[in-house]
């Protein structure tokens, strides 16, 4: 199964992303050939150029505080396990404890780091990291992988409050969804949501096998869907197939 996943909010996109970008990096990170640990300080840098944006940090402390309300507003509901919501608030009050002592933007700390700075610099020129432009880069390459990886994970300390609190508000909005079966007739979809209820992420799983995939588009009104296929040369083309499948709106 492809599990596809469509934010309906400019700030559940910029979340996804950073998402993205901390799940690669910690595939990068436990491996320990050179180039791999250059793609991991590339990532470094790309979380810190999405989440220097000035409003990213109080508005996921703002989303964090309002699950904690929320979830404390259910204790003593018999129908709920205390056990259970204890566990969920521990999660939610650690992370947001750790993010809001982070001092600054995320990596904010990074940036007086004249080496890292350097590197930074010119990682996005094609060829612009070579051992004859950054010779101590390239000295730091060829160290033992363990150095490597103990300098990323210093690095990337200044950072985890902010991976760990996406990871807990990511989870708690697609624990709200409850996946259901739908199907496309001749490759189309469509559905209206409800009114007077706000969804933020939209969820779709595929059957490999199908070699389908979805192009999304929604609002808060109404969400379309059309199944597209690859052909030979690889572009997309609209199939005309009937097919099945699994669809999660969360709130």
Known sequence: MI???YPFTESIRTMLRLEHLFDRLGELIVRDAPVDHHYALATIFEVMDVGSRADLKSDLLKELERHRQQFNGLRGNPSVSEAALDQVIARIDRAFEDLNQLSGKPGIALTANEWLMSIRSRISIPGGTCEFDLPAYHAWQQLPAERRRADLLGW????APLGDALRVL???LRDTGVPHKVAASAGQFQ???PQGRTYQLLRVRMDAGDDLVPEISGHRLMVQIRLMKQDAEGRLRPST????FELTLCA
């Open 191 to 193: 559905q209206s949501l």
């Open 3 to 5: 599990l596809y996943e």
């Open 156 to 159: 990337t300390q200044t950072l």
């Open 241 to 244: 197939d009937d097919a099945q």
């Open 170 to 172: 990511l989870g708690l």
